[in-house]
């Protein structure tokens, strides 16, 4: 995923606006100044084709006009609304118009700026929910199925101690699944950890705790390998649509933002994100990890409290 969404959103030179004149309307005459523009990409057009490559998107906006400049492109279209802009820019400087208020263009690239910089640690957080879960549930059902639950209950084995064993053991396979994401990023695309590794170490492995109780507390009862494929299937599902993993959470209605913001995932995204990307100090996150270590405490108790050997 982190290649093909890397490859997919890359950084490009800005697009020229493509910009059409019809020959022979009154925007003929300003025609070479658009060509000179670095920012247009001129077409010179009749009536008849400037007319279909209007109606077919192959320009942004046309400029036409027999007794006045027109300028005609769909205004729902944002980047006829650009080319527009820039298309008007160039003739009225073309015909000596000045800036009224002097600026200065700031055009330097900020680190986290990137689509990749920001979906890497939602990347990050899916793939520790999914893992976490995943392999947490399949691996109980299967030992309820071959009889070894069984059989440990027949031992001094507490229930708390097996289910903490699951959760803590789980964690020695962050090292398989985080690390090689993070260096590839880097290597590939240039992603940076702009904050602190310790914080971010500390936000993956309470992440990592959280989901494999939850992962716990999903196969407490399940028998089956479809089973508890459903069930998980059943919690996951709402999380990777609405917790920000490849689009921002904030999209949503506000309505709808007090559960979004309640979910796991969007915690551990966003406290990802708040290290990865803005070097924010632990107050920037206290809230986040606080929702974690909340769902982390609810799995793992109410996994001790249905849990059954048999």
Same mark, same amino acid.
Do not use: C, H
């Given at each position: 995923?982190?290649?093909?969404?890397?490859?997919?959103?890359?950084?490009?030179?800005?697009?020229?606006?493509?910009?059409? *004149?019809?020959?022979?309307? *009154?925007?003929?005459?300003?025609?070479?100044?658009?060509?000179?523009?670095?920012?247009?990409?001129?077409?010179?057009?009749?009536?008849?084709?400037?007319?279909?490559?209007?109606?077919?998107?192959?320009?942004?906006?046309?400029?036409?006009?027999?007794?006045?400049?027109?300028?005609?492109?769909?205004?729902?279209?944002?980047?006829?609304?650009?080319?527009?802009?820039?298309?008007?820019?160039?003739?009225?400087?073309?015909?000596?118009?000045?800036?009224?208020?002097?600026?200065?263009?700031?055009?330097?690239?900020?680190?986290?700026?990137?689509?990749?910089?920001? *979906? #890497?640690?939602?990347?990050?957080?899916?793939?520790?929910?999914?893992?976490?879960?995943?392999?947490?549930?399949?691996?109980?059902?299967?030992?309820?199925?071959?009889?070894?639950?069984?059989?440990?209950?027949?031992?001094?084995?507490?229930?708390?101690?097996?289910?903490?064993?699951?959760?803590?053991?789980?964690?020695?396979?962050?090292? #398989?699944?985080?690390?090689?994401?993070?260096?590839?990023?880097?290597?590939?695309?240039?992603?940076?950890?702009?904050?602190?590794?310790?914080?971010?170490?500390?936000?993956?492995?309470?992440?990592?705790?959280?989901?494999?109780?939850?992962?716990?507390?999903?196969?407490?009862?399940?028998?089956?390998?479809?089973?508890?494929?459903?069930? #998980?299937?059943?919690?996951?599902?709402?999380?990777?649509?609405?917790?920000? *993993?490849?689009?921002?959470?904030?999209?949503?209605?506000?309505?709808?933002?007090?559960?979004?913001?309640?979910?796991?995932?969007?915690?551990?995204?966003?406290?990802?994100?708040?290290?990865?990307?803005?070097?924010?100090?632990?107050?920037?996150?206290?809230?986040?990890?606080?929702?974690?270590?909340?769902?982390?405490?609810?799995?793992?108790?109410?996994?001790?409290?249905?849990?059954?050997?048999?």
């Amino acid at each position: 995923m982190a290649l093909g969404l890397g490859i997919a959103f890359r950084e490009r030179p800005t697009e020229r606006a493509a910009v059409g *004149v019809e020959r022979g309307s *009154v925007a003929e005459r300003y025609a070479p100044a658009l060509g000179r523009s670095s920012e247009v990409e001129l077409e010179i057009l009749s009536p008849d084709s400037a007319e279909d490559a209007i109606r077919r998107g192959e320009i942004a906006v046309l400029l036409t006009g027999r007794d006045v400049l027109t300028y005609r492109y769909d205004p729902a279209r944002a980047e006829s609304r650009s080319a527009q802009l820039v298309a008007d820019r160039v003739v009225q400087r073309a015909a000596g118009a000045t800036d009224r208020v002097p600026s200065v263009q700031d055009r330097d690239r900020r680190p986290g700026g990137r689509y990749i910089d920001w *979906v #890497l640690p939602g990347l990050i957080g899916m793939n520790l929910m999914s893992t976490g879960m995943w392999g947490m549930g399949f691996g109980l059902v299967q030992m309820r199925q071959k009889k070894q639950l069984k059989r440990m209950s027949s031992t001094p084995m507490r229930k708390r101690d097996f289910l903490l064993a699951q959760i803590l053991a789980r964690l020695s396979f962050i090292v #398989l699944e985080v690390p090689p994401i993070v260096l590839f990023a880097w290597l590939a695309f240039g992603v940076k950890v702009q904050g602190s590794l310790a914080a971010l170490a500390l936000v993956i492995t309470l992440g990592a705790m959280t989901f494999a109780g939850l992962g716990l507390l999903a196969s407490t009862r399940a028998r089956t390998i479809e089973g508890v494929s459903g069930v #998980l299937n059943l919690v996951m599902l709402p999380m990777f649509v609405l917790s920000g *993993v490849f689009f921002p959470a904030s999209r949503y209605p506000d309505a709808l933002q007090p559960v979004v913001q309640a979910l796991p995932l969007t915690a551990l995204n966003d406290a990802l994100r708040a290290i990865y990307n803005d070097a924010l100090p632990f107050s920037g996150y206290a809230g986040e990890l606080a929702i974690l270590a909340a769902w982390m405490a609810i799995g793992f108790l109410l996994s001790l409290r249905f849990f059954r050997w048999q």
